[in-house]
């Protein structure tokens, strides 16, 4: 219970009633309307800052994204960014956590529906191909494998909270259908990265190596047919 209601809760008066007086209880619920607005700007300060470390990230990449002009784009202190981010691979693992957290969350819903098991691997590869062929997520790759071998801990962040947590997210729901007798039997973990892997050869890397600029339409339909005709031939009951 909080704010005013705390201060008149029989039970919370009982409690403290020898330790603490009427008035100061109201006090002290007063007190904690400032502390909710504080957190609320924290809040807001904390996805300002990752914006603008995404669009740093992106635009010049991870090596020439420093703290000092991040902190000068947002107009305060280096020293307040610190507080928020102690050090340029938190803030870089904080961006991939926000980048990611709807992807997740999406796949969560795709890959907990107990209908069919074909159309639920479809809706997950045309979910997944549509997130990863955004301009956005190709930038991301780009800057990953750009900058990967002078910095390993760019690629180690990226690869635990994009390719590995989609690989497992998938891998949970390839073991419930195999267990179910819904698809054959296998290494869940291998099979989900199979299906990925087929997902990926066709516009994605294509787009990836600049081959083209964009996926006309069809092109994606076309990929997860592909992709779904050899993982079935080779997973089906």
Not at 29 to 36: R, Y
Not at 120 to 142: D, G, N, Q
Not at 182 to 194: P, T
Not at 205 to 229: H, K, S, Y
Request: glycine share 8%; proline share 3%.
């Amino acid at each position: 219970m909080h704010g005013w209601a705390q201060a008149f809760d029989p039970a919370a008066m009982l409690v403290n009633q020898k330790t603490v007086l009427y008035g100061t209880v109201i006090m002290a619920s007063l007190a904690d309307c400032p502390k909710s607005r504080r957190e609320a700007r924290r809040e807001s300060r904390r996805d300002a800052i990752l914006q603008v470390a995404s669009d740093s990230f992106l635009k010049c990449g991870y090596a020439d994204t420093t703290m000092s002009e991040i902190a000068a784009t947002l107009g305060g202190s280096k020293g307040t960014l610190w507080n928020y981010f102690p050090s340029k691979e938190l803030l870089f693992n904080a961006v991939l956590d926000r980048l990611t957290r709807d992807f997740r969350a999406q796949l969560t819903v795709i890959l907990n529906t107990r209908g069919d098991v074909e159309t639920t691997l479809r809706r997950f590869c045309e979910e997944f191909l549509r997130k990863v062929t955004a301009p956005e997520s190709i930038a991301l790759y780009r800057l990953v494998i750009s900058e990967a071998n002078r910095f390993p801990e760019v690629g180690r962040v990226f690869y635990d909270r994009g390719p590995q947590a989609t690989r497992q997210q998938l891998a949970d729901y390839l073991s419930v259908a195999m267990e179910g007798g819904m698809l054959r039997k296998a290494d869940c973990l291998r099979a989900a990265g199979q299906l990925i892997g087929l997902c990926l050869g066709g516009s994605h890397q294509r787009l990836l190596v600049g081959a083209i600029d964009r996926v006309e339409r069809g092109q994606l339909d076309e990929d997860i047919d592909r992709a779904m005709e050899i993982f079935m031939r080779g997973y089906a009951p």
